[in-house]
């Protein structure tokens, strides 16, 4: 009997909660969408995106409001253009937009959505999540990765320091240096080995082979919003992507053959790939496979190894137009820290104006400009909008950072607002949603914390260093940005160095 009552009473509750839920969906479906451009038959508003879409996007958010919505081919996109509706979004329905949209131009990149930036939210990308937390890029982690990082930088700054000493100096191409760098780093904390043993040709088809890909990843593919006409590759952005999966993919299988062939010199110094290996299974029996190991691997040296150069090389961009911003950092680096000495990463707490620099850059330049999309599996209201089930979400980041509500002289360089006054205490850390570089809620940039730290620690230590100068032939510096997931400038910085401190600090 009482087995009965409670059967019944289980029916009821479930018949209530589907008719609260229905009535909720119908309340939602009589909301407008939010605002935006009409568009046109079949490919709706991708016409108008164009091939700056975070400035297009920007300008149309001033005309149709800081919440919008497109139509871009068989779906929709709505944007968040500002502090207030990305947090609605991120932070308000953070799990109901935990997900990430499918699209075939990424098919191969993602190997087959197996990888863990474009995983959807659940089991397997938390396991994949709380390995890397745990292993690579958590604080005890990066902690106990600091003696690499610090060897690195060192070799970098050697090869500057050699340039800097041949009679008529050669002009420092800040990138290249610094994607070698990143990407021997990761190398060496995923599988124990530098990737390349100099910077030269063969890291510099690495890097363009990243850089490109990263270039056409952030291509608004057709065949992504209109699939009918996926095969026709209209933009040829599918062949593009697998050309460039495969020659990254070929190095990746590479590296990870003498991995294995090595297992037994790492016996009781395992790196990421072996605590990884022996930790794919957690208990509740979720489990990653060779596919989605070799992927994380893919993810880690392409997030990793373009991002913070980016964000270095404008910073030191910025720099050079300003000399007064160069200086008073160097100032406060000479104060703190001398000049018989390198720049350390336990340095950095006391260098206030060279974190100033770093939040400054981030928020001008940011190296994702639009946040990698998000996308809704149910209907839901946003800020009184109705937002239909399968819309994609994309966060203006570069917009947020310019916003003039915001942001006093938005389009100006200006490190001190982070020192005083109304911006003093926003920190880039997915919290103050007026700076979220690296997004926010549960999707937020599993390697924030990595991140900041390489920009703060490399543009501290190359700019307490040395002194820099443009070369001669350069009378302005060219700013123009180069579209893609990552925004790096369209023409590389280049220029001279020569040393400010002792010799013995190089070493």
């Given at each position: 009997m009482a087995?009965?009552?409670?059967?019944?009473?289980?029916?009821?509750?479930?018949?209530?909660?589907?008719?609260?839920?229905?009535?909720?969906?119908?309340?939602?479906?009589?909301l407008p969408l939010p605002p935006g451009p009409a568009g046109i038959p079949i490919l709706g508003s991708l016409p108008q995106i164009g091939p700056m879409p975070h400035a297009s996007l920007a300008s149309l958010a001033v005309r149709y409001g800081p919440i919008m919505y497109l139509k871009m081919g068989t779906g929709g996109v709505v944007v968040a253009s500002s502090a207030s509706s990305a947090s609605s979004f991120l932070k308000g329905l953070d799990l109901q937009f935990a997900n990430r949209p499918f699209a075939i131009s990424r098919k191969d990149v993602t190997y087959d959505c197996?990888?863990?930036?474009?995983?959807?939210?659940?089991?397997?990308?938390?396991?994949f999540r709380k390995l890397c937390n745990l292993h690579f890029l958590g604080s005890k982690a990066l902690a106990d990765w600091a003696?690499?990082?610090?060897?690195?930088?060192?070799?970098?700054?050697?090869?500057?320091?050699?340039?800097?000493?041949?009679?008529?100096?050669?002009?420092?191409?800040?990138?290249?240096?610094?994607?070698?760098?990143?990407?021997?780093?990761?190398?060496?904390?995923?599988?124990?080995?530098?990737?390349?043993?100099?910077?030269?040709?063969?890291?510099?088809q690495f890097k363009d082979a990243i850089t490109e890909l990263?270039?056409?990843?952030?291509?608004?593919?057709?065949?992504?919003?209109?699939?009918?006409?996926a095969w026709m590759d209209v933009q040829g952005v599918q062949r593009h992507m697998r050309q460039l999966h495969i020659k990254i993919d070929a190095l990746i299988t590479a590296l990870l053959a003498e991995h294995e062939a090595?297992?037994?010199?790492?016996?009781?110094?395992?790196?990421?790939?072996?605590?990884?290996?022996?930790?794919?299974?957690?208990?509740?029996?979720?489990?990653?496979?060779?596919?989605?190991?070799?992927?994380?691997?893919?993810?880690?040296?392409?997030?990793?190894?373009?991002?913070?150069?980016?964000?270095?090389?404008?910073?030191?961009?910025e720099m050079l137009r300003k000399p007064t911003i160069l200086q008073r950092a160097q100032d406060e680096m000479d104060r703190v820290i001398g000049k018989t000495r390198r720049l350390e990463e336990?340095?950095?707490?006391?260098?206030?104006?060279?974190?100033?620099?770093?939040?400054?850059?981030?928020?001008?330049?940011?190296?994702?400009?639009?946040?990698?999309?998000?996308?809704?599996?149910e209907a839901c209201e946003v800020?009184?909008?109705?937002?239909?089930?399968?819309?994609?979400?994309?966060?203006?980041?570069?917009?947020?950072?310019?916003?003039?509500?915001?942001?006093?002289?938005?389009?100006?360089?200006?490190?001190?607002?982070?020192?005083?006054?109304?911006?003093?205490?926003?920190?880039?850390?997915?919290?103050?949603?007026?700076?979220?570089?690296?997004?926010?809620?549960?999707?937020?940039?599993?390697?924030?914390?990595?991140?900041?730290?390489?920009?703060?620690?490399?543009?501290?230590?190359?700019?307490?260093?040395?002194?820099?100068?443009?070369?001669?032939?350069?009378?302005?510096l060219d700013m123009e940005e180069k579209f893609g997931l990552v925004l790096p400038k369209k023409v590389s910085l280049k220029a001279i160095v020569s040393p400010r401190l002792v010799g013995s600090a190089y070493m």
């Open positions: 087995l009965d009552i409670v059967l019944v009473a289980g029916i009821l509750l479930s018949v209530l909660v589907h008719l609260l839920l229905r009535r909720r969906l119908q309340s939602i479906r009589r197996q990888n863990f930036v474009f995983a959807n939210y659940g089991p397997r990308w938390k396991l003696p690499i990082r610090r060897d690195e930088i060192g070799r970098v700054l050697r090869s500057m320091l050699e340039s800097s000493r041949n009679s008529r100096p050669v002009a420092v191409a800040v990138s290249e240096a610094l994607v070698c760098a990143n990407a021997n780093i990761i190398g060496q904390v995923l599988l124990s080995r530098r990737v390349f043993e100099s910077q030269g040709e063969e890291s510099n990263l270039t056409w990843s952030g291509k608004f593919n057709i065949g992504d919003f209109v699939p009918a006409i090595t297992a037994h010199e790492r016996k009781g110094r395992p790196d990421v790939v072996d605590l990884v290996m022996a930790n794919r299974v957690d208990a509740d029996g979720v489990s990653l496979s060779d596919v989605n190991i070799k992927a994380f691997i893919s993810d880690m040296f392409i997030a990793g190894t373009d991002t913070s150069s980016v964000i270095i090389e404008w910073a030191l961009a336990s340095d950095i707490p006391n260098l206030p104006f060279l974190r100033a620099i770093s939040k400054e850059v981030l928020r001008l330049h940011p190296s994702t400009p639009l946040s990698l999309p998000h996308y809704t599996p800020d009184g909008y109705y937002i239909p089930k399968g819309t994609r979400l994309l966060v203006n980041i570069w917009a947020i950072g310019r916003d003039p509500n915001v942001w006093e002289d938005p389009l100006e360089f200006k490190p001190e607002r982070f020192l005083s006054g109304r911006n003093a205490n926003i920190e880039p850390l997915g919290h103050d949603f007026e700076l979220i570089p690296f997004g926010a809620g549960r999707r937020i940039c599993v390697g924030m914390h990595a991140g900041l730290l390489m920009v703060q620690y490399v543009l501290g230590t190359l700019v307490h260093s040395f002194n820099w100068k443009l070369v001669d032939d350069i009378q302005v």
